[in-house]
């Protein structure tokens, strides 16, 4: 069994300089079965795990939590005042191959979605077309042969109906692409745990962090 001390004056194997991060911050056992467990040693600004599918941040407490060596750390905030880095530089520091695979993994899973997210966008632009042009023409029809007032009542309807429609879609679209550029950003911090920086999307494409070149 090993514990390392995670904090500013911890025992990991690369400095912490982040103002949120406490002396002693957090704990990693590594027990003799190899199961790994994070636990937080009452920081003031609390230690969290990615949540791999979402993105989103998750609180890890005093009790501990089972983690793999490819979790991803954040001691304090996810920024220069806190602490972020895979667990496996706490045993393997300085080699970053496996984490800038993952991310270029996670790159291409958004590049996907956003393809996906396009793709629906513009059928769904066919879509309305091709239903506006069915309501205009029918529009025209009806005036040839009733030239009477519920013309005019039909002609507001479809107006209202065809703006709801169209609006909704086009925010639709937006707030799924929003989301993607959001995740793309919480998977884009630089792997080395004394870079604090979110690497571009040619950066992750390259494999390589352009401020500290690891
Ligand atoms: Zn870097």
Redesign the pocket.
């Known amino acids: 069994m090993k514990t390392i001390t995670l904090g500013k004056a911890g025992d990991q194997p690369f400095k912490i300089k982040g103002i949120g991060v406490s002396k002693i911050h957090a704990t990693v056992t590594i027990d003799d079965y190899g199961r790994w467990i994070l636990a937080d040693s009452n920081s003031t600004n609390g230690t969290f795990v990615r949540n791999e599918m979402s993105g989103e941040l998750m609180r890890v407490g005093p009790q501990g939590m089972q983690i793999s060596e490819m979790t991803f750390i954040v001691l304090g905030e996810d920024s220069s005042a806190g602490c972020c880095f895979y667990a496996k530089q706490l045993v393997n520091p300085g080699d970053y191959v496996d984490e800038h695979l993952y991310m270029r993994n996670k790159k291409l899973e958004f590049d996907m979605e956003e393809e996906k997210v396009a793709k629906n966008a513009k059928w769904v632009r066919i879509i309305i077309f091709a239903i506006m042009l069915v309501f205009t023409i029918g529009t025209i029809i009806w005036q040839i042969l009733d030239d009477s007032a519920t013309k005019m009542m039909f002609n507001f309807y479809r107006g209202i109906s065809l703006l709801t429609m169209g609006a909704t879609t086009f925010y639709d679209a937006q707030g799924k692409r929003a989301k993607i550029v959001k995740k793309r950003k919480l998977f884009s911090q630089?792997?080395?745990p004394?870079?604090?920086?979110k690497?571009t999307n040619d950066e992750i494409e390259n494999l390589k962090?352009?401020?500290?070149?690891?």
């Open positions: 630089c792997p080395n004394e870079c604090d920086r690497l962090c352009g401020r500290c070149q690891k």
